[in-house]
């Protein structure tokens, strides 16, 4: 990310993010600029959000040293790893959770899914809601009506 000027690859913080570990605590950040607007977002996966009065990287950097912070430059190798890392838990996530989802269900064909037959615990839920229960008592008085 070679160039000329402020905004070069380094962005004045000596990578493309900051680790900020504060009382103990570390929190990775990333920067990103579009158009005049400075953004930073808190690990993989989240939504970018503005910067607090638009500020630049190394100004950031400068605020959050000045509050007892301690910093370490998060490089464009470091960043990348985290990507794949996470690609790599988001697939083994989203397998773990179609299987789940799966595991519950009965399938049909390849493209129908029907529904296990409700359990007790539905009736007993339609018992505590009083239409639900006139209805059903209707419903076996016709039943009735109509075998006589």
Known sequence: ???????????????????????????????ERHGNQNYYSTGMGGMAEPTPQNMTPAEFKR?????????????????????????????????????????GQKRLCKDRVMQEKPTERTNEAAEDNPRKEAARWRLKGRRKAAEI
Do not use: C, Q, W
Request: glycine letters at 16%; proline letters at 1%.
């Open 63 to 103: 605020r959050v040293e000045s509050n007892g912070a301690k910093t370490a430059p998060v490089t464009a190798t470091m960043k990348r790893a985290d990507e794949k890392s996470h690609a790599a838990y988001r697939k083994e996530m989203d397998t773990f959770l179609d299987g789940a989802y799966a595991r």
């Open 1 to 31: 990310m070679g160039g000329r000027g402020g905004s070069s690859g380094s962005k004045g913080i000596g990578g493309v993010g900051l680790d900020v570990t504060y009382n103990g605590e570390t929190t990775r950040y990333y920067f």
